[in-house]
């Protein structure tokens, strides 16, 4: 894990929010120093305080761990929840066609 690129994480998107890093703290229920101290990497954070920060701050935990953005498939996985195995692999071909369609304009 790097710790600094997601104190940075956290820092962009407190500031997307036009938040202090006292506020935030206080939202969470965490010191300002040790805000201060996982925006600049130099603590790890716990789950709990990873879950309250993206509850405050109104984004996934993902988006606070990870640079690239995720993809949310919930709605592609309940359309394919009923499907039959024959159903599944047609969609895939469907999918892998229109894939590379789009790739000649990307």
Known sequence: MD???IGQRI???RKEKKMSQEQLAEQIGISP???SHIETGSTKLSLPVLVKLSQSL???TDSLLFD???VDCSGI???LSDCSE???GIME???AAAKKSTDKYF
Do not use: N
């Open 86 to 88: 024959e159903q599944i």
């Open 11 to 13: 820092r962009d998107f």
């Open 33 to 35: 120093t040790h805000m």
């Open 3 to 5: 710790y600094i690129k």
């Open 93 to 95: 071909s469907i999918i």
């Open 58 to 60: 109104k984004v996934k």
């Open 68 to 70: 690239a953005p995720q």
């Open 77 to 79: 996985m309940a359309l």
